[in-house]
């Protein structure tokens, strides 16, 4: 039977997180997966509970959590209630917060402790991802989905200007029309920490395997990225789904009991991937 389990952590500036698990209950013990949601995203977005199901059906647990300050809250994980922390967001508040969950799947407190972890990251959450695992050798191998190649990716260069003389920029949600606010601090991170937030140089010194996916019809994050981050890593693994978006093929709500055809293509290239 699959089992889930909720927990709540303290993320980057005493924020809670919201983190849950997924597992077959007479495996609570199986290779752990931490997935990391990208940009306006969080953990229970349309298929992503099926994808941990999908997981723990393979031999995995799936554990994934919400950023601390990706605008949702513990007591409302599928809204963006809280548009404050969201302008606090920072991409170095988001590595505190990926770190805080691998020490919690690690520490053998709340969980049947992981002697490594599988990370999993899509779009933000894959370059937030390749940085953390440059870092950290803990994280026995990466899998990156519709990821990003560079944060200013994420914006007009020439929109930072404005940005910075007004002191925050509104991104549009389109699904639920919210105009969403984010500090100019999030470019005063990058400003500080060039170094550590440059993805394509953080993908070069990556040493754990890393399987690169990417849709060649992705219209928020180009395949353009994925060419680059395999240009950075040659020894990561490269694999284009034909006609796969940002999302392949889910959306939110997602309504269906079964997994989109490119998603399903992609939990089987990943659960490959991990136990080869």
Known sequence: MIKKEVFTLSGAKGRGMLVDLTYVDDF??????????????FKDWGTNNLVAEYFAQHGFRFLKFNFSHNGTSVHHPVDFTDLIAFSDNTFSIELEDLNTVIDF????????????????????????????????????????????SGFRNLWPKKAEEQWRLQGVMYFPNSRTGQQMPVKSTLLDDLDRHPIRLNIPAKAAEITQPWLIIHGDEDPTVPLAHAKELKAAQPNAIFTVIKKGDHVFGGSHPYADTVLPAHLLQVCEDVIKFLKE
């Open 28 to 41: 609570r013990d199986a290779p752990l997966i931490i997935f990391a949601h990208g940009f306006k995203g």
């Open 105 to 148: 799947a690690m520490n053998g407190t709340s969980i049947p402790r992981a002697p490594y972890v599988y990370l999993i990251g899509h779009s933000m959450g894959g370059g937030i991802s390749i940085i953390k695992t440059a870092e950290d050798k803990r994280i026995k191998k990466l899998v990156t989905m519709a990821s990003i």
